[in-house]
């Protein structure tokens, strides 16, 4: 397992964490199974929290911690609100620990968080005061956080300096974090890339994306592992893990890559900026030709058709649209053209529909 710097704090993380919100609710041994053998892997980071799994996360995975918080980056999380008190956050923290069946947590996120949360945070009587109180009593060991704020208001919140990790989304078809990501590397933060794999839909093949690894990848998941590992400021890609299988893969994949250089990852990100150049040149899913009087999901057919055109995700495409609401779908298109004149980009929607009930209807 290749091990890298977690930010300032002195820790080795394994390249590869787990989010254990994806554990088996229904097979109890089989989710301590799946923990057990991640820390034979030398998988050393683990994220939970309380509410994941219909409450069950954190139970399904105590059984493969075995108690074993010292040596293991162990995340607990808890969000901020207006009723936040330091009594009720670090009653939070205990009751994590808890139920994990562990005395420390090397790291606990502030969850669910964005720019607009910090007075929330570090009012007085508030959060941070928890956080504090449980870091002295060595109750846990580091503050990260979680969210889906804007970059540009998560830049400002690891500007705070309250921040030794953000957990953030990124992965080939969402780079949105990337500027945040670099900063956090010049300001010395951990950066755990969650959604690595794009909530599943990197796990569809693409010859084009495979392509962008140097030397190949063997399939587009150990692409999209890959591609947020070459980002030197990434400090492990956090994928959602529920069977031993998709664990050994994604442990062989992570020892497989022999690494990549700036350049390298600079001519991969220049590559996904012309496909999304690319994509722009299609729908940009604007929504002026809503609503179809028809029930049609233009924006949402175009979308499905754009990420197999340009991305080759030509299966997963295909499987999102047998799975859509038959009046949503391009082949319940009447070609009545009210909808064209409203579009910006001049689009020619009735064409376009056919093609998509035709390339990924098979109609
Ligand atoms: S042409 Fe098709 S998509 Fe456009 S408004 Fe008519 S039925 Fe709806
Ligand atoms: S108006 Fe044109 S670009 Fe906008 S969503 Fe409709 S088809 Fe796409």
Redesign the pocket.
Same mark, same amino acid.
């Given at each position: 397992m290749q091990y890298r710097p977690l930010g300032k704090t002195g820790l080795q993380v394994s390249a590869l964490a787990m989010g254990c919100m994806r554990l088996p609710q229904h097979d109890p041994e089989l989710a301590a199974q799946v923990v057990d053998a991640a820390i034979a892997a030398g998988v050393n980071y683990f994220e939970t929290t309380r509410g994941y799994i219909n409450g069950r996360c954190q139970h399904l995975t105590a059984p493969g911690l075995k108690g074993r918080s010292r040596g293991l980056i162990v995340s607990g999380k808890t969000g901020v609100g207006e009723d936040t008190t330091a009594d009720n956050y670090f009653a939070e923290i205990e009751l994590q620990l808890e139920i994990l069946g562990v005395d420390y947590l090397e790291f606990y996120q502030v969850g669910w968080f964005g720019w607009d949360r910090v007075p929330m945070l570090t009012k007085k009587g508030g959060a941070l005061e928890a956080l504090d109180k449980a870091r002295s009593q060595g109750l846990i060991g580091h503050i990260g956080f979680t969210g889906h704020d804007s970059p540009e208001n998560f830049t400002k919140v690891i500007e705070t300096g309250i921040f030794e990790s953000m957990t953030i989304p990124y992965s080939m078809l969402n780079r949105a974090y990337a500027p945040t990501i670099a900063r956090a590397g010049e300001l010395g933060v951990g950066v755990v890339a969650m959604c690595p794999v794009a909530g599943g839909m990197l796990a569809s093949p693409s010859p084009q994306l495979q392509a962008l690894i140097p030397g190949g990848a063997h399939t587009t998941a150990a692409a999209a592992l890959q591609f947020v590992l070459a980002n030197h400021a990434v400090s492990c890609a956090c994928s959602g893990m529920n069977t031993l299988e998709m664990l050994a893969e994604n442990v062989a994949t992570v020892n497989a890559f022999a690494g990549a250089s700036a350049d390298d990852h600079a001519r991969m990100d220049g590559i996904l900026d012309e496909f999304r150049t690319l994509g722009a040149r299609f729908c940009t899913a604007c929504g002026y030709c809503m609503t =179809? %009087?028809?029930g049609?999901d233009?924006p949402g057919n175009f979308g499905l058709y754009n990420n197999a055109r340009v991305y080759g995700l030509a299966g997963w495409a295909k499987g999102q649209y047998a799975g859509m609401a038959t009046e949503k779908r391009a082949d319940a =298109?009447? %070609? =009545?053209?009210?909808?064209e004149p409203k579009c910006p980009n001049t689009l020619p929607?009735?064409a376009q529909?056919e093609a998509v009930a035709r390339e990924l209807g098979g109609g």
């Amino acid at each position: 397992m290749q091990y890298r710097p977690l930010g300032k704090t002195g820790l080795q993380v394994s390249a590869l964490a787990m989010g254990c919100m994806r554990l088996p609710q229904h097979d109890p041994e089989l989710a301590a199974q799946v923990v057990d053998a991640a820390i034979a892997a030398g998988v050393n980071y683990f994220e939970t929290t309380r509410g994941y799994i219909n409450g069950r996360c954190q139970h399904l995975t105590a059984p493969g911690l075995k108690g074993r918080s010292r040596g293991l980056i162990v995340s607990g999380k808890t969000g901020v609100g207006e009723d936040t008190t330091a009594d009720n956050y670090f009653a939070e923290i205990e009751l994590q620990l808890e139920i994990l069946g562990v005395d420390y947590l090397e790291f606990y996120q502030v969850g669910w968080f964005g720019w607009d949360r910090v007075p929330m945070l570090t009012k007085k009587g508030g959060a941070l005061e928890a956080l504090d109180k449980a870091r002295s009593q060595g109750l846990i060991g580091h503050i990260g956080f979680t969210g889906h704020d804007s970059p540009e208001n998560f830049t400002k919140v690891i500007e705070t300096g309250i921040f030794e990790s953000m957990t953030i989304p990124y992965s080939m078809l969402n780079r949105a974090y990337a500027p945040t990501i670099a900063r956090a590397g010049e300001l010395g933060v951990g950066v755990v890339a969650m959604c690595p794999v794009a909530g599943g839909m990197l796990a569809s093949p693409s010859p084009q994306l495979q392509a962008l690894i140097p030397g190949g990848a063997h399939t587009t998941a150990a692409a999209a592992l890959q591609f947020v590992l070459a980002n030197h400021a990434v400090s492990c890609a956090c994928s959602g893990m529920n069977t031993l299988e998709m664990l050994a893969e994604n442990v062989a994949t992570v020892n497989a890559f022999a690494g990549a250089s700036a350049d390298d990852h600079a001519r991969m990100d220049g590559i996904l900026d012309e496909f999304r150049t690319l994509g722009a040149r299609f729908c940009t899913a604007c929504g002026y030709c809503m609503t =179809c %009087q028809h029930g049609v999901d233009i924006p949402g057919n175009f979308g499905l058709y754009n990420n197999a055109r340009v991305y080759g995700l030509a299966g997963w495409a295909k499987g999102q649209y047998a799975g859509m609401a038959t009046e949503k779908r391009a082949d319940a =298109c009447t %070609q =009545c053209g009210e909808c064209e004149p409203k579009c910006p980009n001049t689009l020619p929607i009735r064409a376009q529909l056919e093609a998509v009930a035709r390339e990924l209807g098979g109609g």
